[in-house]
């Protein structure tokens, strides 16, 4: 099945009962039994609503794994994930990851004694030197939030299987359309599916996806356990979100190019973040193990102030957080989605006051081009 037919027919198409081209809503906390632990499946939506279950068999055919999960925001599955481990663990993080990961990592989970540490993944020879006796995750961002860094999946996958530690990837930029990161070797990956998956700005979820059946059965325990699980009915906007996932990125990717392609000749541009440009250190790397190189753009234009002047003329570029859907949405990463990374870490990763973050809507891509234009106009 290829992929835009398994958008839609993937995971339960339906509902056998009534013939409803669409899975239903159930909106229910508890299920009748036909004898104390006798139920048809289901006995309290914590541990399974069947709303949810189509959901998870969606992504979980999308990321080609074997078993899906739903939480309540990409925050509350990353959490969950880190639950695998114990305390005493270490887990290696791509340096430029997002705000939040960094934020969970170092100010939550390691009053619980998880340690992380930070490294450019993108230099797959660094990682090995990085790993301790006590490392037991190696969590990848590729693309990275903000600039855009690449790491070869299959090769850290490698090392960590030669060291006996977990591969997690976070996949929200790329999308089960673009990249599946199980198939090239990682155990676990895991979607803010509020971005693109989603793709309205209508929902928050998260989503994981596990490559091996203990994993999943642990990871399970921990969903029923501490709760933080996805309601049906943003479940049932999540897969309405999915099945337009194809022609999408698609067309986010279309009007990307044509953007990347104005930004490359500005002189009001000083660098540009984009894996879908040769200049971009790993491209080659992008191109083998992705089908495609997304909607998101980042580049820099100087200074605070020169920054906050586009923001202020921009008029299809909505200021907000977030990013994947329909329509462009555009940031400050160091005020706003990054700004919980200390200020002398932001500068030592890149991530300058200048920096602008744009996600690419599906606007008509002249009304976008003509708006940064008239933005980026001294």
Same mark, same amino acid.
Do not use: C
């Given at each position: 099945? +290829?992929?835009?037919?398994? %958008?839609?027919?993937?995971?339960?198409?339906?509902?056998?009962?009534?013939?409803?081209?669409?899975?239903?809503?159930?909106?229910?906390?508890?299920?009748?039994?036909?004898?104390?632990?006798?139920?048809?499946?289901?006995?309290?939506?914590?541990?399974?609503?069947?709303?949810?279950?189509?959901?998870?068999?969606?992504?979980?055919?999308?990321?080609?794994?074997?078993?899906?999960? $739903?939480?309540?925001?990409?925050?509350?599955?990353?959490?969950?994930?880190?639950?695998?481990? @114990?305390?005493?663990?270490?887990?290696?993080?791509?340096?430029?990851?997002?705000?939040?990961? =960094?934020?969970?990592?170092?100010?939550?989970?390691?009053?619980?004694?998880?340690?992380?540490?930070?490294?450019?993944?993108?230099?797959?020879? @660094?990682?090995?030197?990085?790993?301790?006796?006590?490392?037991?995750?190696? =969590?990848?961002?590729?693309?990275?939030?903000?600039?855009?860094?690449?790491?070869?999946?299959?090769?850290? $996958?490698?090392? $960590?299987?030669?060291?006996?530690? *977990?591969?997690?990837?976070?996949?929200?930029?790329?999308?089960?359309? /673009?990249?599946?990161?199980?198939?090239?070797?990682?155990?676990?990956?895991?979607?803010?599916?509020? !971005?693109?998956?989603?793709?309205?700005?209508?929902?928050? $979820?998260? %989503?994981?996806?596990?490559?091996?059946?203990?994993?999943?059965?642990?990871?399970? =325990?921990?969903?029923?356990?501490?709760?933080?699980?996805?309601?049906?009915?943003? @479940? /049932?906007?999540?897969?309405?979100?999915?099945?337009?996932?194809?022609? +999408?990125?698609?067309?986010?990717?279309?009007?990307?190019?044509?953007?990347?392609?104005? *930004?490359?000749?500005?002189?009001?541009?000083?660098?540009?973040?984009?894996?879908? *440009?040769?200049?971009?250190?790993?491209?080659?790397?992008?191109?083998?193990?992705? +089908?495609?190189?997304?909607?998101?753009?980042?580049?820099?234009?100087?200074?605070?102030?020169?920054?906050?002047?586009? *923001?202020? !003329?921009? !008029? =299809?570029?909505?200021?907000?957080?977030? %990013?994947?859907?329909?329509?462009?949405?555009?940031?400050?990463?160091?005020?706003?989605?990054?700004?919980?990374?200390?200020?002398?870490?932001?500068?030592?990763?890149?991530?300058?006051?200048?920096?602008? +973050?744009?996600?690419?809507?599906?606007?008509?891509?002249?009304?976008?081009?003509?708006?940064?234009?008239?933005?980026?106009?001294?």
């Amino acid at each position: 099945m +290829r992929k835009k037919t398994q %958008l839609i027919h993937g995971g339960i198409f339906g509902d056998e009962a009534t013939g409803a081209v669409s899975v239903p809503i159930y909106q229910v906390s508890t299920y009748k039994q036909d004898g104390p632990g006798d139920h048809r499946g289901f006995e309290y939506s914590r541990t399974g609503n069947p709303t949810r279950h189509a959901l998870e068999e969606l992504i979980k055919d999308l990321e080609e794994g074997k078993r899906g999960f $739903a939480f309540g925001s990409g925050m509350a599955a990353m959490t969950a994930v880190m639950m695998l481990l @114990s305390s005493g663990d270490h887990v290696l993080m791509t340096d430029d990851v997002y705000g939040g990961s =960094f934020r969970v990592m170092t100010k939550v989970l390691n009053r619980f004694g998880i340690e992380a540490s930070f490294v450019n993944t993108s230099d797959v020879d @660094s990682i090995q030197n990085e790993i301790r006796d006590n490392t037991k995750a190696l =969590f990848i961002e590729t693309p990275t939030n903000p600039l855009l860094k690449i790491t070869d999946l299959e090769a850290v $996958a490698k090392i $960590a299987k030669a060291n006996s530690i *977990l591969t997690i990837v976070d996949n929200t930029f790329s999308t089960p359309y /673009w990249q599946n990161p199980l198939t090239l070797g990682a155990d676990i990956v895991l979607h803010s599916a509020t !971005k693109y998956l989603g793709g309205h700005s209508d929902v928050v $979820a998260g %989503l994981v996806v596990v490559n091996d059946e203990k994993i999943g059965n642990d990871l399970h =325990f921990i969903q029923n356990s501490t709760g933080g699980v996805l309601g049906p009915q943003d @479940s /049932w906007l999540l897969m309405r979100g999915i099945k337009t996932l194809g022609i +999408r990125m698609e067309e986010h990717e279309k009007n990307t190019s044509r953007i990347v392609e104005y *930004l490359s000749g500005h002189a009001g541009v000083s660098k540009i973040y984009y894996p879908g *440009l040769e200049s971009h250190p790993n491209h080659e790397i992008a191109k083998k193990q992705s +089908r495609g190189f997304g909607g998101m753009v980042s580049f820099d234009v100087g200074s605070a102030e020169k920054a906050a002047a586009v *923001l202020n !003329k921009v !008029k =299809f570029f909505t200021l907000a957080e977030s %990013l994947g859907a329909v329509e462009s949405l555009i940031s400050v990463p160091a005020l706003m989605t990054h700004a919980s990374i200390p200020a002398a870490r932001r500068a030592e990763l890149g991530i300058t006051d200048g920096l602008i +973050r744009i996600s690419v809507g599906l606007e008509d891509a002249e009304d976008l081009l003509e708006d940064l234009e008239q933005a980026l106009r001294g």
